[in-house]
């Protein structure tokens, strides 16, 4: 079992940055997979970012590839999302998931989610 909690999210002008975390619990952390998702209103939830457990792979959505940057520390039990060059269109709900532990990194969802943080970019 991973309990996942988000903090980071806030209001931000459009080409600022934002670095979200999530602190996870649970003795398996280092052998998850990890990854952000984000759901703006009035649309389904969707891929962000993913990273493999041990940070040899790393997935980018196409519409952040260049801006964003997922990393964990495994020491810490937590996994970070450093969003530069912010654009009106990033403005959403951005949740922390985490596979079963050993499960192939993907960008599909884990079974372990976070409560989400807010984002939100002012043009």
């Known amino acids: 079992q991973v309990q996942l909690v988000e903090s980071g999210g806030g209001l931000v002008q459009a080409g600022g940055s934002l670095r979200l975390s999530c602190a996870a619990s649970?003795?398996?952390?280092?052998?998850?997979?990890m990854a952000w998702f984000r759901q703006a209103p009035g649309k389904e939830r969707e891929f962000v970012a993913a990273i493999s457990y041990g940070s040899g792979s790393i997935y980018y959505a196409d519409s952040v590839q260049g801006r964003f940057t997922i990393s964990r520390d495994n020491s810490k039990s937590t996994v970070y999302l450093q969003a530069d060059m912010l654009k009106a269109e990033d403005t959403a709900v951005y949740y922390c998931?985490?596979?079963?532990?050993?499960?192939?990194?993907?960008?599909?969802?884990?079974?372990?989610w976070g409560q989400g943080t807010q984002v939100t970019v002012s043009s």
């Open positions: 998931n985490a596979k079963q532990p050993y499960a192939t990194i993907s960008r599909t969802p884990g079974p372990y």
């Open positions: 649970g003795r398996s952390f280092i052998q998850n997979a």
